[in-house]
């Protein structure tokens, strides 16, 4: 369990990596903003779909460690 949370550890750090990214490109996007613009909407898209996986990464770093019988 220890190694998969190493794991769930590096990617939320390589999200946030992306999800900075992300944002600071949004923050540069040209005004005005059609709401149809596609890149934007894309943009828009993925970071939404990467903040939903981050929190969940989140909740199971938090989540206390699953009941093992004792061997």
Same mark, same amino acid.
């Given at each position: 369990? &220890?190694?998969l +949370?190493?794991?769930?550890s590096? !990617?939320?750090? #390589?999200?946030?990596?992306?999800? &900075?990214?992300?944002?600071a ?8 903003? =059609? +709401?149809? &613009?596609?890149? !934007?909407?894309?943009?828009? #898209? #993925? +970071? =939404? +779909?990467?903040?939903? !996986?981050? &929190? =969940? ?15």
């Amino acid at each position: 369990m &220890d190694e998969l +949370r190493i794991l769930s550890s590096r !990617l939320q750090r #390589e999200l946030q990596s992306r999800i &900075d990214e992300l944002n600071a490109e949004i923050s540069r996007y040209p005004g005005p903003i =059609a +709401r149809c &613009d596609a890149q !934007l909407g894309g943009l828009l #898209e #993925e +970071r =939404a +779909r990467l903040l939903r !996986l981050a &929190d =969940a990464l989140r909740e199971f770093e938090t989540s206390p460690e699953p009941f093992r019988e004792p061997a």
